[in-house]
């Protein structure tokens, strides 16, 4: 990728003022987002960290309509948005819902896998800082292998890899999934890009900086988003109707821990008797990483696909 | 004009009245429920099935399907999803319509509260029916164990009564920005043939405008956040606005009646009282089909009276009080339940005793009658009539003890 000023916020749509905690990955993606998408956009919000940030009423931090609703429904009450805006001639729209990890690999998921079969035209944009934030880092599906949260009855972290959300939506055969990161921001804005002129249900799933959850340095939020797609713990890569297309392919190998050993999160991992779990990590994002490229591969009849 | 199309109540060549604009048709419940939305011109439907409300959401499919009704009508994943849907389009201006029963209404409580609170309008249908352990036979307890949430609640006796519920219940939803639940009694309602006059929709649309947009609506020109954090003050205050919003809905849904009989001849109360005087010693309290059967016994026994509640919530104490005005104070109250909320006393007593407490000092029994879907035969209301009569306690089961 070539340096460019496409990660620039021209036209700012969200107000000053914003009630996240420093270096969260929330408020950032709420600007690039709204910028590209522009006014004529309703995003429908289910309980997250964002239906704080986005301010209490009377207020409003984003130049647009927000309709916060329930926790499990965000999808479905963006169906409902969608179809009223479609019978009054309103389809050019965008309907967008901002969910996090809890709102879409647990309990908002059924609401999703429906909307998504259907074919709503909405663009789903969820931020996965891996776990439930809000309510105080407690552990959700998406929560890392390894990580400490404060719901670990297990014996202190989590024991159990994280569902692969991208997957499952695969299988929802979308027009258009991909995977972004704040620290890759021509390649985010781009997706957001290519999501708003798709029609149909689209996906986008951010990897979201957590300071307090991930028990970070918030200076280095972005750094540590960087590495995990260095690490490919986290790779940018794309879905059309289950063709797969790698977007970004790191030049060297960065082994997992130069980006676990920055989060508190993993910190127990660094002692010596758990070493075979930061192997295990390694291993399974070695192998997650073959599985995506073998399917790049098999995606395009064997050629890998022109990079846009 | 609007002479042209009023309509009135002729006495025909038998007993049985005729309605001007109206066709007259044999329908069951749930399909008198479909025609009054699609007389509403209702603009979206989220459906999913459940016992015994399929054949509503079955029917609006096919009528959606043959271009009978411009709506936009939606598959959902649950009814969870149907509720939230419904709070979308609804926030969008839409005419919202949708129907359940049982467990999707106990599985949609989160989001009935949410609908209530964000001051949406719509009329969704409820055919009762009680929890699992299985059971898909009329019963209150779903509806009633949602009587709380901030929706006002109608129970129908006749299809007929449904059908022109719902009507009367667009127009009340959309004044006050309250939605409603019209509640109709499973098989006995639901799947049970009548005849119905079913009016034309030049009558319906004359009755019942467009639905306008108000506060709680998307304008794409003046954006808005809807239902984020409401801090405690605000949060009051939004209550108290909605408090006394509901205190008008007794007085609201007598006017929109008599409006109602003025365009199509039928008249309707919140509650209504049958035979009840100086010289009534025990009066019945029922909701929706049980009224029917205790209207034929109480024919047979001069003393006794009947009082049906179509209005459930919020109640209606003073319909109540003024229909009782004539009863003596040594008379009694019968409630008939088909409901079990877990207390001692059913929903109907509960509500009872609320609505007479400092007013009237009149003794209430308790008769459990119709719970799970138990029958409530002449019988079983001539069983209650006799022991409250000869042998009153507080809280019986009306086919148990
Ligand atoms: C039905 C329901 N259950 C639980 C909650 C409590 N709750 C509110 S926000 C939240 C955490 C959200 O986590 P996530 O979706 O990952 O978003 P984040 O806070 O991490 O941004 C929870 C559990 C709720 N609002 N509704
Ligand atoms: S807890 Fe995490 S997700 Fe929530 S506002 Fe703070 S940084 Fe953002
Ligand atoms: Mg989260």
Redesign the pocket.
Known sequence: MSPTQEFLIKDEKVYSGA???R?????LLARHLSSILGDNTVYVVPAC?FS??SGPYPLNGLKGNIVHTVFAGASATATGVRAALDRQGKADTTVVVLA?DGGTFDIGLQALSGAAARGENILYVV?N?GAY??TG?QTSTATPYGAVTTTNPGGGYKRTWPKDLMGIIAAHNLPYAATCSLAYLDDLRRKVRKAADTRGFRLLMVD??????HKTDPALSISIARLAVETKLFPLFEIERQRYTLNYIPDKEVPVTECLKYQGRFKHLFNEENGYILEEIQEHADHYWRQLQTKAELSWNGKEKEKT | MLEEIKSTSLAGEDKLPKYRDHEERILKGNYAAAEAARLCRVGFIPAYPITPQTTIVERLSEMVANGELDATYINMDSEHSVFAAAMGAALGGERVFTATAGQGLFYAHEVLQAISHFRLPMVVCNVGRPSIPWNIWSDQSDSLSQRDTGWIQYYGESAQEVLDTIIQSYMLSEKLNIPVMAVLDAFYQSHTSENIWVPSQKLVDAFLPPRKAGAMHIDLEHPKAFGGLVPPEHYYKFSYNAWKDARKVEALSTEIAARFARYFGRQYSNVEAVNIGPHTRLVLVTVSTITTTARGVVRNYPDVGLLKLRLFRPFPKTGVLEALRALPDDAVLANVERNFLGDAEGAIQQEMKRALFGARNLRMLDFYAGVGGKDVPPETIEKIIYQAKNDPRDISWADVD
């Open positions: 009630l996240s905690c270096g969260c990955a929330w408020s960290c704080i940030i996090g931020n800082n934030m809000n880092i979201g900086p957590c300071p307090p959850g």
